[in-house]
């Protein structure tokens, strides 16, 4: 029983407060950074259609996370990605130490111009995920076994000593999912040259797979949105409610912190 008067009052406040978040500034420097999408349905020229709101998370120096911004867009590639990181820049972002990513049309060649010196993870469950697509059923629990010899291997040397084995094994069969592997190869395992605590961090885009999937329980209600407007509302009220609970560092932030100063050195700009 709220007047279509006062429902226009508060949204545009809403939109007004997402014009002050995405231009404030942000951090000189970001540990980690994660970056992914998530897929809404929006109402435009009387048709429904899928547009990705693609999502930024910094670790920051504090061991905490931060979303960073949120982008709306119908479809992704270099010129896009390389316009999101340039509004990062524009807003105090220096350097970046890793992206922790999906393979992403067009990101790798965007993060390389952007930030040189950033190391690009792509996301190994990401990368497990799309290598099992086309696997038949009674192929599947072997397969994983066996895939699983190669991003859970000790080193990179073992890793592809693995990746060798299992294209003996698979490789008449499910080509494919090794010529990915190995066309991927140094975005897939630059996790191995960081200790344990820094190798859960970096090498999966989970953490902003959960704040995906957080935003989807706050925006179910709503099938379809009227305008993009309506959709980066949705996401942005979800944001604000999942960042309250990001009050602590990430597990084991002492060790990592320390790591991290030991492989990037003055980047960290920690005193």
Same mark, same amino acid.
């Given at each position: ?60 120096? @504090? ?134 605590? %820094?190798?859960?961090?970096?090498? @999966? @885009? ?7 999937? @957080? %935003? ?56």
């Amino acid at each position: 029983e709220v007047s279509e008067g006062s429902i226009s009052n508060i949204t545009s406040a809403v939109l007004e407060d997402i014009k002050e978040w995405q231009q404030r500034p942000l951090d000189p420097v970001y540990f980690v950074v994660w970056m992914d999408g998530i897929v809404v349905k929006v109402r435009q020229n009387g048709k429904v259609q899928g547009k990705t709101i693609y999502l930024m998370i910094g670790l920051k120096q @504090t061991g905490r996370k931060e979303v960073l911004g949120m982008w709306i867009s119908e479809t992704e590639s270099a010129s896009f990605w390389l316009n999101v990181l340039t509004d990062i820049k524009a807003r105090g972002v220096k350097d970046i130490l890793i992206a922790s990513t999906d393979n992403l049309t067009g990101i790798r060649q965007a993060i390389k111009s952007a930030f040189p010196q950033t190391i690009t993870q792509l996301c190994v469950v990401h990368q497990i995920r799309n290598s099992t697509r086309y696997v038949v059923w009674k192929d599947r629990k072997l397969f994983l076994a066996d895939l699983k010899n190669v991003y859970g291997a000790i080193n990179r040397e073992m890793a592809y000593d693995a990746l060798d084995e299992f294209a003996r094994k698979w490789g008449g069969k499910y080509a494919y999912a090794i010529k990915s592997w190995r066309d991927n190869w140094d975005e897939l395992t630059a996790y191995f040259d960081y200790p344990e605590e %820094i190798r859960r961090i970096v090498y @999966t @885009t989970n953490a902003i797979e959960s704040l995906n999937s @957080t %935003i989807r329980k706050y925006t179910k209600a709503k099938t379809v949105f009227p305008d993009d407007q309506a959709a980066l509302k949705a996401v942005y009220l979800a944001i604000a409610n999942v960042e309250k609970k990001w009050t602590f560092p990430v597990r084991d932030w002492g060790s990592v912190i320390n790591q991290l100063i030991i492989k990037f050195g003055d980047r960290c700009g920690v005193l």
